[in-house]
């Protein structure tokens, strides 16, 4: 049997309720030519049984019984593909039906780019839509630097060359994609497809909700090692640069600048990314740190236009002003 054009991997872990919309996502694609390895990691709510209900001769069927997390499961998955490229859709999401002619055509025409993503729709347990998801549309530049604060590329999204790939860190469970692109970013070139080509759902079993405790810890350690690699100690201010709290304080919006700062000088020294590039993504966090402090009023407006980080826009004076305006004219 010869190998297909694409394999694409879905982890289930008791999903029994979307596996079958998830599974039918794929076999709906105008792209014909691909296995689905489906690996059953220890299920006990009969998402085996939805999965063994279809009979289409693509799918690919695993089942570990002993717990192995979603990176090891994907893992298992890896190491039989067999297709050129690969693509990542879990088993309570969605892919649009054009979504692989559209990353293929991508991956074909910009031999460069090795791991491609899309933006994402928000939808609900009953797949209602709740909007954009958390994926923006960054450049290819602009995306490894990115990384260093945020995981801004949602795996369900994802097709790669399969040689652009490594095994995930099952330890690094459930950040272990995170970690991955985090790792790859110095060696591939990644690109985002800005069209909503994957729906991304948010329900009370999902690992960000069942884990939330073990995902801080783990996002934690992913974001050290970058830092480690521009030769800065892990900050409690760094987490703050990607979660801002809804109502900052003077002190955290001051430790947010010093720190920008502080990255700056730590990659002019390291030269771990351009420094142009760099800047630019520090800049534009800078903006977004000031935009949502505006509980803090009209003072605000002065302290992001005093710092050497502030090169606003247009754009982005007008959001800023918007924001401030009600509590400076409420004085």
Known sequence: MSAPL??????????????ADAIGSVLAQSV?????????DASTDGSGEA???FRDERIRSRRSDAPLNAAGARNLALAEARGEFVAFLDADDLARSDRFAIQLDLLRSQPEVGIVGTLVESIDENGNSRGNGFVRPLSA??????????????????????????????DLAPAEDYDLWARLAAAT??????????SYRTHPGGVSIRQAEQMRIAVDRVQA??????????????????????HPTWDELNAAEAW??????????????????????????????????WTLGWPVWRTFYRSSLAAPTLRQSLLLF??????IFRR
Do not use: K
């Not at 530049?141 to 095994?167: K, Q, W």
């Not at 730590?266 to 990314?273: I, K």
């Not at 351009?274 to 903006?287: A, D, N, T």
């Open 51 to 53: 999965v063994a209900g």
């Open 189 to 198: 070139r990644f690109a985002i497809v800005p069209e909503r080509l994957t």
């Open 322 to 327: 918007r924001r401030l305006a009600p509590r």
């Open 141 to 170: 530049e602009d995306i490894p630097v990115t990384l260093l604060f945020e995981n801004c590329l949602a795996l369900s999204s994802i097709m790669a060359r399969r040689a652009a790939l490594s095994p995930f860190r099952a």
């Open 260 to 293: 920008l700062h502080r990255l700056t000088e730590a990659n002019d020294r390291a030269l771990a990314y351009p420094r142009e590039v760099f800047r630019r993504v520090l800049c534009r966090r800078w903006f977004q740190i000031c935009l949502d402090s």
């Open 225 to 246: 090692e970058q830092l480690t690699r521009l030769g800065l100690e892990p900050s409690p201010v760094h987490a703050l640069l990607a979660a801002w709290p809804l």
């Open 32 to 40: 014909r030519d691909f296995e689905l390895i489906v690996v059953d």
């Open 6 to 19: 694409i394999s694409v991997i879905m982890p289930v872990h008791n999903t029994a309720r979307y596996v």
